[in-house]
Protein backbone atom coordinates (compact mmCIF):
# COMPACT_ATOMS: atom_id res chain seq x y z
CA UNK A 1 0.00 0.00 0.00
CA UNK A 2 0.94 3.42 -0.55
CA UNK A 3 -0.05 6.58 1.14
CA UNK A 4 1.88 9.05 -0.97
CA UNK A 5 4.13 11.92 -0.22
CA UNK A 6 3.00 13.15 3.69
CA UNK A 7 5.54 15.80 4.53
CA UNK A 8 6.57 18.63 3.52
CA UNK A 9 10.14 20.11 3.76
CA UNK A 10 9.60 22.45 6.70
CA UNK A 11 9.33 19.74 8.96
CA UNK A 12 12.18 17.47 7.89
CA UNK A 13 15.56 17.83 9.14
CA UNK A 14 18.82 16.51 7.91
CA UNK A 15 21.31 15.14 10.72
CA UNK A 16 24.58 13.95 9.70
CA UNK A 17 23.00 13.61 6.28
CA UNK A 18 19.84 11.63 7.39
CA UNK A 19 16.39 12.91 7.14
CA UNK A 20 14.89 13.63 10.79
CA UNK A 21 11.10 14.35 11.40
CA UNK A 22 10.03 15.59 14.48
CA UNK A 23 8.24 13.71 16.69
CA UNK A 24 5.00 15.94 17.05
CA UNK A 25 4.61 15.85 13.17
CA UNK A 26 5.06 12.21 13.31
CA UNK A 27 2.24 11.99 15.86
CA UNK A 28 -0.20 13.63 13.83
CA UNK A 29 0.70 12.15 11.00
CA UNK A 30 0.41 8.46 12.03
CA UNK A 31 -2.73 9.85 13.75
CA UNK A 32 -4.66 11.24 10.22
CA UNK A 33 -3.59 7.86 9.03
CA UNK A 34 -5.17 5.95 11.72
CA UNK A 35 -8.44 8.33 11.66
CA UNK A 36 -8.47 7.76 7.52
CA UNK A 37 -7.56 4.14 7.53
CA UNK A 38 -8.82 2.36 11.10
CA UNK A 39 -5.86 0.02 11.23
CA UNK A 40 -1.62 0.18 10.26
CA UNK A 41 0.73 -2.10 10.20
CA UNK A 42 4.30 -0.78 10.99
CA UNK A 43 5.72 -1.28 7.45
CA UNK A 44 3.18 1.05 6.24
CA UNK A 45 3.70 3.76 8.74
CA UNK A 46 7.43 3.03 7.74
CA UNK A 47 7.09 3.58 4.30
CA UNK A 48 4.71 6.81 4.74
CA UNK A 49 7.14 8.18 7.08
CA UNK A 50 10.22 7.05 5.81
CA UNK A 51 11.73 6.39 9.48
CA UNK A 52 13.08 3.75 11.06
CA UNK A 53 10.86 0.59 12.25
CA UNK A 54 12.35 1.36 15.69
CA UNK A 55 11.42 5.00 15.71
CA UNK A 56 8.16 3.94 15.24
CA UNK A 57 7.60 1.84 17.55
CA UNK A 58 8.80 4.21 20.27
CA UNK A 59 6.34 6.38 18.87
CA UNK A 60 3.31 3.77 18.76
CA UNK A 61 4.21 3.12 22.63
CA UNK A 62 4.18 6.65 23.48
CA UNK A 63 1.12 6.91 21.35
CA UNK A 64 -0.93 4.20 23.42
CA UNK A 65 0.03 5.36 26.91
CA UNK A 66 -1.20 8.52 25.92
CA UNK A 67 -4.80 6.92 24.98
CA UNK A 68 -4.35 8.33 21.29
CA UNK A 69 -4.33 4.64 19.43
CA UNK A 70 -5.19 1.14 20.04
CA UNK A 71 -1.65 -0.53 20.05
CA UNK A 72 -1.65 -4.07 18.42
CA UNK A 73 1.72 -6.79 17.69
CA UNK A 74 2.11 -5.28 14.24
CA UNK A 75 0.66 -1.79 14.34
CA UNK A 76 -1.98 -0.06 15.72
CA UNK A 77 -5.45 0.34 15.51
CA UNK A 78 -7.55 3.77 16.26
CA UNK A 79 -8.86 4.37 19.47
CA UNK A 80 -13.01 4.72 19.46
CA UNK A 81 -13.30 7.59 21.69
CA UNK A 82 -16.18 7.56 24.60
CA UNK A 83 -18.71 10.25 24.42
CA UNK A 84 -19.04 12.68 26.92
CA UNK A 85 -20.74 10.19 29.92
CA UNK A 86 -24.54 11.84 29.98
CA UNK A 87 -26.30 13.10 33.12
CA UNK A 88 -27.32 10.51 35.73
CA UNK A 89 -30.87 10.99 35.13
CA UNK A 90 -30.63 10.87 31.21
CA UNK A 91 -28.37 7.27 31.62
CA UNK A 92 -31.16 5.98 34.09
CA UNK A 93 -33.59 4.43 31.16
CA UNK A 94 -31.02 3.82 29.13
CA UNK A 95 -30.03 0.13 28.34
CA UNK A 96 -32.34 -0.57 31.57
CA UNK A 97 -33.29 -4.02 30.61
CA UNK A 98 -29.50 -5.39 30.12
CA UNK A 99 -27.99 -2.98 33.13
CA UNK A 100 -30.86 -4.75 35.78
CA UNK A 101 -29.69 -8.40 34.49
CA UNK A 102 -25.94 -7.17 35.12
CA UNK A 103 -26.31 -5.88 38.23
CA UNK A 104 -28.65 -9.37 39.24
CA UNK A 105 -25.41 -11.35 38.23
CA UNK A 106 -22.97 -9.27 40.17
CA UNK A 107 -25.09 -9.16 43.49
CA UNK A 108 -24.51 -12.81 43.59
CA UNK A 109 -21.04 -12.94 44.14
CA UNK A 110 -21.91 -10.71 47.59
CA UNK A 111 -22.61 -12.78 50.72
CA UNK A 112 -24.35 -11.87 54.00
CA UNK A 113 -21.83 -10.92 56.79
CA UNK A 114 -19.55 -9.21 54.52
CA UNK A 115 -18.43 -5.61 53.85
CA UNK A 116 -18.67 -4.17 49.85
CA UNK A 117 -17.96 -0.84 48.23
CA UNK A 118 -20.49 0.24 46.25
CA UNK A 119 -19.24 2.70 43.46
CA UNK A 120 -21.20 5.64 41.67
CA UNK A 121 -22.93 4.93 38.07
CA UNK A 122 -26.53 3.73 37.25
CA UNK A 123 -25.68 -0.44 37.07
CA UNK A 124 -24.17 -0.22 40.57
CA UNK A 125 -27.29 1.38 41.67
CA UNK A 126 -29.67 -1.11 40.68
CA UNK A 127 -27.57 -3.72 42.37
CA UNK A 128 -29.18 -2.44 45.70
CA UNK A 129 -32.31 -4.44 45.53
CA UNK A 130 -30.53 -7.53 44.67
CA UNK A 131 -28.70 -7.48 47.86
CA UNK A 132 -32.19 -7.41 49.93
CA UNK A 133 -32.15 -11.03 51.25
CA UNK A 134 -28.55 -10.54 52.74
CA UNK A 135 -28.03 -10.26 56.49
CA UNK A 136 -25.64 -8.53 58.66
CA UNK A 137 -24.30 -6.43 55.62
CA UNK A 138 -22.18 -3.46 55.51
CA UNK A 139 -21.95 -1.01 52.45
CA UNK A 140 -19.36 1.28 51.94
CA UNK A 141 -20.40 3.79 49.42
CA UNK A 142 -19.78 7.19 47.54
CA UNK A 143 -22.90 7.23 45.64
CA UNK A 144 -26.20 9.05 46.57
CA UNK A 145 -28.48 6.93 44.38
CA UNK A 146 -27.46 4.10 46.70
CA UNK A 147 -27.80 6.10 49.91
CA UNK A 148 -31.02 7.02 49.34
CA UNK A 149 -31.61 3.52 48.57
CA UNK A 150 -30.29 1.92 51.93
CA UNK A 151 -30.82 4.96 54.05
CA UNK A 152 -34.55 2.72 54.77
CA UNK A 153 -32.54 -0.38 55.72
CA UNK A 154 -31.48 -0.51 59.43
CA UNK A 155 -30.33 -3.95 59.26
CA UNK A 156 -27.57 -2.82 56.84
CA UNK A 157 -24.47 -0.50 58.31
CA UNK A 158 -23.95 2.30 55.94
CA UNK A 159 -20.88 4.06 55.83
CA UNK A 160 -20.99 7.05 53.85
CA UNK A 161 -18.19 8.35 51.67
CA UNK A 162 -17.87 12.62 51.70
CA UNK A 163 -15.83 14.72 49.45
CA UNK A 164 -16.93 17.14 46.79
CA UNK A 165 -20.60 15.87 45.04
CA UNK A 166 -20.64 15.55 41.05
CA UNK A 167 -23.95 16.41 40.42
CA UNK A 168 -24.04 14.61 37.10
CA UNK A 169 -23.09 11.08 38.65
CA UNK A 170 -24.39 11.79 42.50
CA UNK A 171 -20.91 10.63 43.47
CA UNK A 172 -18.44 12.20 46.05
CA UNK A 173 -15.37 12.50 45.05
CA UNK A 174 -11.58 14.58 45.19
CA UNK A 175 -9.23 14.65 47.22
CA UNK A 176 -11.54 14.42 50.15
CA UNK A 177 -12.99 11.43 49.27
CA UNK A 178 -9.84 10.06 48.14
CA UNK A 179 -8.16 10.48 51.56
CA UNK A 180 -11.23 9.01 53.79
CA UNK A 181 -10.89 5.80 51.53
CA UNK A 182 -7.39 5.19 52.80
CA UNK A 183 -9.37 4.41 55.71
CA UNK A 184 -11.37 1.07 54.66
CA UNK A 185 -11.38 -2.07 53.63
CA UNK A 186 -13.68 -4.56 52.17
CA UNK A 187 -14.26 -8.07 51.19
CA UNK A 188 -15.44 -6.81 47.04
CA UNK A 189 -15.65 -3.73 45.57
CA UNK A 190 -18.61 -3.59 42.93
CA UNK A 191 -18.05 -0.53 40.37
CA UNK A 192 -18.77 1.08 37.13
CA UNK A 193 -16.76 2.41 34.32
CA UNK A 194 -16.18 4.55 31.70
CA UNK A 195 -14.44 2.78 28.44
CA UNK A 196 -12.85 -0.67 28.89
CA UNK A 197 -10.32 -2.42 26.07
CA UNK A 198 -7.85 -4.59 26.66
CA UNK A 199 -4.96 -2.14 25.31
CA UNK A 200 -6.47 1.07 27.00
CA UNK A 201 -7.56 -0.55 29.99
CA UNK A 202 -10.09 1.28 32.44
CA UNK A 203 -10.83 4.62 31.75
CA UNK A 204 -13.22 7.54 32.76
CA UNK A 205 -14.45 11.05 31.21
CA UNK A 206 -13.53 13.10 35.12
CA UNK A 207 -10.21 13.45 36.17
CA UNK A 208 -11.93 13.53 39.81
CA UNK A 209 -13.69 10.48 39.01
CA UNK A 210 -10.95 8.31 37.31
CA UNK A 211 -8.82 9.34 40.79
CA UNK A 212 -11.66 8.39 43.09
CA UNK A 213 -12.07 5.05 41.24
CA UNK A 214 -7.98 4.39 41.86
CA UNK A 215 -8.58 4.98 45.45
CA UNK A 216 -11.92 2.63 45.57
CA UNK A 217 -10.05 -0.25 43.75
CA UNK A 218 -7.96 -0.27 46.25
CA UNK A 219 -10.31 -1.28 49.11
CA UNK A 220 -10.43 -4.44 48.25
CA UNK A 221 -8.49 -7.31 46.30
CA UNK A 222 -11.77 -8.81 44.62
CA UNK A 223 -12.46 -6.06 42.08
CA UNK A 224 -16.16 -6.42 40.35
CA UNK A 225 -16.78 -4.27 37.24
CA UNK A 226 -20.30 -3.70 35.76
CA UNK A 227 -20.26 -2.90 32.12
CA UNK A 228 -23.43 -2.88 29.70
CA UNK A 229 -21.85 -3.66 26.14
CA UNK A 230 -21.91 0.09 25.25
CA UNK A 231 -18.48 0.30 27.33
CA UNK A 232 -16.08 -2.44 25.44
CA UNK A 233 -13.64 -1.21 22.84
CA UNK A 234 -14.10 2.54 24.21
CA UNK A 235 -11.36 4.99 25.50
CA UNK A 236 -11.75 8.09 27.79
CA UNK A 237 -9.89 10.85 28.59
CA UNK A 238 -8.51 9.63 32.58
CA UNK A 239 -7.16 6.19 33.16
CA UNK A 240 -8.40 4.51 36.17
CA UNK A 241 -6.20 1.24 35.54
CA UNK A 242 -5.23 -1.57 33.26
CA UNK A 243 -7.93 -4.12 32.74
CA UNK A 244 -6.04 -6.88 35.04
CA UNK A 245 -7.15 -4.15 37.78
CA UNK A 246 -10.57 -5.86 37.58
CA UNK A 247 -11.09 -9.54 39.20
CA UNK A 248 -14.39 -10.15 37.40
CA UNK A 249 -15.79 -8.13 34.64
CA UNK A 250 -20.08 -8.14 34.37
CA UNK A 251 -21.66 -8.03 31.16
CA UNK A 252 -23.94 -9.68 29.06
CA UNK A 253 -24.14 -11.57 25.88
CA UNK A 254 -24.61 -8.24 24.18
CA UNK A 255 -20.96 -7.63 24.33
CA UNK A 256 -18.81 -8.14 21.66
CA UNK A 257 -17.32 -11.92 21.71
CA UNK A 258 -14.23 -10.16 20.41
CA UNK A 259 -13.56 -7.74 23.07
CA UNK A 260 -14.34 -10.53 25.42
CA UNK A 261 -12.01 -13.07 24.37
CA UNK A 262 -9.33 -9.90 24.22
CA UNK A 263 -9.81 -9.01 28.08
CA UNK A 264 -10.28 -12.95 28.98
CA UNK A 265 -6.59 -12.95 27.33
CA UNK A 266 -5.61 -10.46 29.96
CA UNK A 267 -6.33 -12.91 33.30
CA UNK A 268 -9.41 -10.78 33.45
CA UNK A 269 -12.69 -12.98 34.64
CA UNK A 270 -15.77 -12.48 32.34
CA UNK A 271 -19.15 -13.34 33.36
CA UNK A 272 -22.26 -13.21 31.07
CA UNK A 273 -25.05 -12.27 33.18
CA UNK A 274 -27.36 -14.47 31.82
CA UNK A 275 -25.42 -17.54 32.44
CA UNK A 276 -25.49 -16.76 36.05
CA UNK A 277 -29.18 -15.76 36.71
CA UNK A 278 -30.72 -18.59 34.12
Given amino acids: MTFGPLLTESVVFTIDGNPYVLKEVRHS ?5 LDERGELRISEINEALDVSEATVRRDLDEMASR ?6 HGGA ?11 LRLRQAANSGEKELIAKAAATFA ?30 TNSLPVITQLAGRED ?14 GSMVSSLADEALRQYRADHVFMGIRGINAIDGLTNSSISEAATDRMILQVAS ?11 GQVSTFVVGPVDQASVIVTSSMTDE ?21
Fill in 29 to 33: RIRDL
Fill in 67 to 72: GWIRRT
Fill in 77 to 87: LRAERADPEPP
Fill in 111 to 140: RSGETIFLGSGTTVAAMVPHLASLEDLRVV
Fill in 156 to 169: VELIVVGGLFRHSE
Fill in 222 to 232: HRVILADHTKF
Fill in 258 to 278: VQLNELAACAVDIVKAEEVIA
